[in-house]
């Protein structure tokens, strides 16, 4: 499963075991989320997709916020795992840049679409959304200044601006690159960005080095 453990919409009536049903309503309503917005989608819209009725929904789901946010936590999740498994695939620094580079490509390019539920939801200012928004960010990002640490020896906050620069850059230029329909293959963008992210980066010498 990478982001979200797909299911076909079952006629009315077919009974799953919970984890299997719970399941088949996040992939409903990731698609239903992803294609209408938060504001636009509805429960019943939800309900119908995942081909149950209103009552089950809700037997799993309190309310359209408590689905939505399940969504949120299930993908925020697999970004932060997408990224610790990159920085571990490697000891070589700018294989290392490459591999988390790509995992932030490999997220956005996913064809469920979650990377919108995390980087362009319409619910934003509803706390308990932006607050796991922020912390997502903030764990990838401390995941990052981790080596970052380790491998120059700059201190903490240091470590973390430059964090937070590669995060952020990784993000924004794979959602322009997805919706700019861009021909450049996933491959070339990547070591594109790559190169700039690390002819910056490389300009930190190795703790314990002279050069």
């Known amino acids: 499963m990478t982001a979200i453990e797909r299911t076909e919409a079952r006629p009315r009536g077919t009974r799953l075991p919970r984890r299997a049903r719970r399941n088949q309503l996040l992939g409903a309503a990731q698609e239903v989320f992803v ?10 819209d939800i309900a119908e997709r995942a081909g149950v009725s209103k009552p089950v929904l809700y037997q799993h789901f309190p309310g ?34 490459s591999a988390t580079m790509d995992a932030y490509f490999g997220y956005v390019e996913d064809e469920g679409g979650a990377f919108r539920l995390v980087f362009e939801s319409d619910l934003t200012n509803e706390p308990a959304v932006r607050e796991r928004v922020d912390k997502v960010s903030l764990q990838c990002a401390e995941a990052i200044s981790e080596v970052i640490a380790e491998d120059t020896g ?16 990784s993000q924004v230029v794979a959602r322009y690159w997805l919706s700019s329909g861009s021909s450049m293959p996933r491959d070339t963008a990547v070591q594109l960005l790559t190169s700039l992210a690390w002819r910056g980066i490389a300009g930190f010498p190795l703790h314990g080095t002279e050069h």
């Open 154 to 169: 700059l201190a903490t906050e240091q470590s973390m601006l430059l964090a937070v620069g590669l995060g952020g850059v």
């Open 35 to 44: 294609a209408q917005g938060y504001h636009a989608a509805a429960m019943d």
């Open 64 to 97: 359209k916020l408590d689905l939505y946010l399940a969504l949120l936590d299930q993908h925020c999740e697999a970004l932060l795992d997408a990224v610790r498994t990159a920085l571990a695939s490697t000891t070589d620094n700018k294989q290392r840049v």
